[in-house]
């Protein structure tokens, strides 16, 4: 139901910096998680950053993989339900299409979790 789109994808050089969005739309969605995966040929998906709504202690939590951490950045907004990465002194080995991930709940009082996948869009750092 819910259409997941990414975009910011392109050919940028070693150290340059690349800003990706990704917005869902067209479904009924209360964002729980948003997350950045990236793939790149003959190896596994990998996760690169999420973000994840946490009501008790209010603001959102931000993870990373270790590879970018300092480097990268998610934020969300989520009353567009919309997820960035800001990704900076980009390496040619990053190299890959990068997929966005929504996390929803149909009604949060049920705890039901849908998961949606973008297409991903092509980022590619030369040497």
């Known amino acids: 139901q819910v259409r997941v789109m990414e975009s910011g994808g392109g050919l940028v050089q070693f150290g340059g910096s690349l800003r990706l969005s990704c917005a869902a739309s067209?479904?009924?969605?209360?964002?729980?998680?948003m997350g950045w995966y990236r793939q790149a040929p003959g190896k596994e998906r990998e996760l690169v950053a999420e973000?994840?709504?946490?009501?008790?202690?209010?603001?959102?939590?931000?993870n990373y993989a270790d590879s970018v951490k300092g480097r990268f950045t998610i934020s969300r907004d989520a009353a567009k339900n919309t997820v960035y990465l800001q990704m900076n002194s980009l390496n040619p080995d990053e190299t890959a299409v990068y997929y966005c991930?929504?996390?929803?709940?149909?009604?949060?009082?049920?705890?039901?979790?849908?998961?949606?996948w973008g297409q991903g869009t092509q980022v590619t750092v030369s040497s």
């Open positions: 991930n929504v996390q929803c709940y149909l009604d949060p009082r049920d705890e039901v979790v849908y998961d949606y």
């Open positions: 973000i994840t709504s946490v009501t008790s202690g209010g603001g959102d939590h931000a």
């Open positions: 067209g479904g009924r969605c209360i964002l729980k998680r």
